[in-house]
């Protein structure tokens, strides 16, 4: 799958630097705990979401899908320290 980063080049997308992301918006986080594995699964799960959608996306659909994931997964607070970080 490709990314459209905000800058307009086009990369392959990694999931290691979305599942480490994750990792450091948790670590300044206070009250949620998340282990590397756990970020690592969530990143997989946003991967199976956005493969499902389309070949192409942008850095803006991975943020929006990072969230809802955290989300979901109990981790709301990450997720906001996740999208301010993407910011």
């Keep these: 799958m490709k ?5 307009g080049n086009v990369v392959l997308y990694d999931d290691e630097k979305i ?20 970020a690592q699964r ?3 799960q946003v991967f199976l979401r956005l493969t499902s959608e389309k070949d192409l996306i942008t850095t803006k659909e991975i943020q ?3 969230y809802d994931t955290l989300c979901e997964e109990g981790y709301p607070k990450t997720a906001e320290n996740y999208v301010h970080f993407k910011k």
């Design 19 to 38: 599942a480490n992301s994750i990792v450091w918006a948790n670590g300044r986080t206070s009250g949620e705990v998340l282990t590397i594995k756990t």
């Design 42 to 44: 969530i990143a997989d």
């Design 64 to 66: 929006d899908c990072v």
């Design 3 to 7: 990314v459209t980063k905000r800058n």
